[in-house]
């Protein structure tokens, strides 16, 4: 299994922007698909977005309709880190925010589960003020 560490969480008006961090170990990141998710106080962890693995000719994103538009992933297998930049960000955007990684590229087919992750980092809160 790969390991995460998230970063880049904080404090942000309504309207702004943040972005997170996760840093992956081992020498295998590129195979694996990457996506976040969030989980708001008394809410079950949702999906945010995926970015499928760096093979194929195209890299694949998927996006949760609630941040379709506002957020973009995006992966730099030099640096072994994929990031979430969030734009326009909304006080319903406040979770602590996971990174998480599989083998499965079907992730990128549909809305993924929480279950087909197998690697999840430790999280990092974000919290939008209205």
């Known amino acids: 299994q790969v390991q995460l560490v998230e970063s880049g969480g904080g404090l942000v008006q309504a309207g702004g922007s943040l972005r997170l961090s996760c840093a992956a170990s081992?020498?295998?990141?590129?195979?694996?698909?990457m996506g976040w998710f969030r989980q708001a106080p008394g809410k079950e962890r949702e999906f945010v977005a995926v970015?499928?693995?760096?093979?194929?000719?195209?890299?694949?994103?998927y996006y949760a309709d609630s941040v379709k538009g506002r957020f973009t992933i995006s992966r730099d297998n030099a640096k072994n880190t994929v990031y979430l930049q969030m734009s326009s960000l909304k006080p319903e955007d406040t979770a602590v925010y996971y990174c998480?990684?599989?083998?499965?590229?079907?992730?990128?087919?549909?809305?993924?589960?929480?279950?087909?992750?197998?690697?999840w980092g430790q999280g990092t809160q974000v919290t939008v003020s209205s």
């Open positions: 998480a990684a599989t083998t499965d590229q079907q992730v990128v087919a549909g809305m993924p589960r929480r279950v087909d992750f197998g690697s």
């Open positions: 081992g020498r295998t990141f590129s195979s694996y698909a």
């Open positions: 970015i499928s693995w760096s093979g194929g000719q195209t890299r694949q994103t």
